[in-house]
C-alpha cells in the first residue's frame, strides 16, 4: 500500500469529514491520526466495502472521539444556560454577530429547557455532550430504540419552537 498515494486520493474527503463532524475549518492533527489509523489497521482491513469507505468510517470515528474528548473535558459543568453557552465556539467576533449568537443560543436554550424532562435529557446528552445512542441508553437504563424515538420526537418539537430561526 502506498502510503502517499492513499492520501492523495482520501484527502479531500476526510477533510471534509473532520471539518463536517468538529466544525473547525483545518485539523491537521485529526487528519494525521486518520492516515495513522489507516496505516496501522491496514492488514485488518476486510474487503467487504470499499477501501475509501473504510477510510471515511475511520475519519467519522476519529472526529467522534475527538468531540467526545473535548466534551469530557466539560463534563462537571451542568445544562445551565450560562455554561452550555461556553461550549457553544465563536466563529467571527464582531459585536453583532456575538450578540445575534447570543440571541440565538438563548432561545435554542430556552426552546430546550422547554421540552419534557424525557426529551431534554436525551438531547442533553446526545446533542451537547456528544454521546452516543448507546451510551445515552446504558446512562438512562432504557432501550435503544427509546433513545432514538425520544430523540427524534425531541428534535421534531424543538423544529416547530425554533422555526423563525430556520
Same mark, same amino acid.
Given at each position: 500500500m502506498d502510503l502517499k498515494e492513499l492520501i492523495k486520493q482520501n484527502k479531500q474527503n476526510v477533510k471534509s469529514i473532520i471539518r463536517l463532524i468538529t466544525k473547525e475549518e483545518n485539523n491537521e492533527d485529526l487528519e494525521q491520526e486518520v492516515y495513522v489509523k489507516v496505516w496501522k489497521n491496514a492488514d485488518k482491513y476486510k474487503e467487504q466495502g470499499s477501501f475509501s469507505s473504510w477510510i471515511k468510517t475511520i475519519a467519522k470515528n476519529v472526529s467522534k472521539d475527538y468531540l467526545k474528548s473535548s466534551y469530557r473535558k466539560h463534563q462537571d459543568l451542568t445544562s445551565s444556560e450560562d455554561e452550555v453557552l461556553v461550549l457553544v465556539k465563536d466563529q467571527k467576533a464582531t459585536p453583532e454577530n456575538k450578540l445575534l449568537k447570543t440571541e440565538r443560543? #438563548?432561545?435554542?436554550?430556552?426552546?430546550?429547557? #422547554?421540552?419534557?424532562?424525557?426529551?431534554? #435529557?436525551?438531547?442533553?446528552?446526545?446533542?451537547? #455532550?456528544?454521546?452516543?445512542y448507546e451510551e445515552c441508553a446504558q446512562k438512562l437504563k432504557c432501550p435503544l430504540g427509546t433513545i432514538k424515538s425520544r430523540l427524534y420526537n425531541a428534535k421534531k418539537e424543538l423544529a416547530e419552537k425554533l422555526q423563525d430561526l430556520m
Open positions: 443560543q #438563548e432561545q435554542i436554550l430556552k426552546a430546550i429547557n #422547554e421540552l419534557k424532562p424525557k426529551f431534554k #435529557e436525551v438531547i442533553l446528552l446526545c446533542e451537547i #455532550e456528544g454521546f452516543s
